[in-house]
């Protein structure tokens, strides 16, 4: 089993930056993924981010260029640098992992992390 610890939202002002950060812990082979998703209030959930276990990093539209994800593999965690934050971005954040427990692989969200941009 997986436990998933998100943290690092806030009420931040526009065009100010946050960081959010999600830790894995518990019984597991290997984390296979780590993403970071939101949703919206009256919006379906969506992709924001994820990152393959070498690093590299793939984004929605809407954040590309401002949001930055990466991985400290040693660490389990998953780290979501926000820059150059926008009203649009006001959301609850998930953090979504795979992982391999015993021969399969399993999915596991964290509790969410509410992040809100208004000035």
């Known amino acids: 089993q997986v436990q998933l610890v998100e943290s690092g939202g806030g009420l931040v002002q526009p065009g100010t930056s946050l960081r959010l950060s999600c830790e894995a812990s518990?019984?597991?082979?290997?984390?296979?993924?780590m993403d970071w998703y939101r949703q919206a209030p009256g919006k379906q959930r969506e992709l924001v981010a994820a990152v393959t276990g070498g690093g590299r990093g793939n984004y929605a539209d809407s954040v590309k260029g401002r949001f930055t994800i990466f991985r400290d593999n040693a660490k389990n965690t998953v780290h979501l640098q926000m820059n150059s934050l926008k009203p649009e971005d006001t959301a609850v954040y998930y953090c979504y992992v795979r992982a391999t427990v015993g021969l399969n692989e399993y999915q596991y969200w964290g509790q969410g992390t509410q992040v809100t941009v208004s000035s």
């Open positions: 518990g019984s597991f082979f290997s984390i296979n993924t």
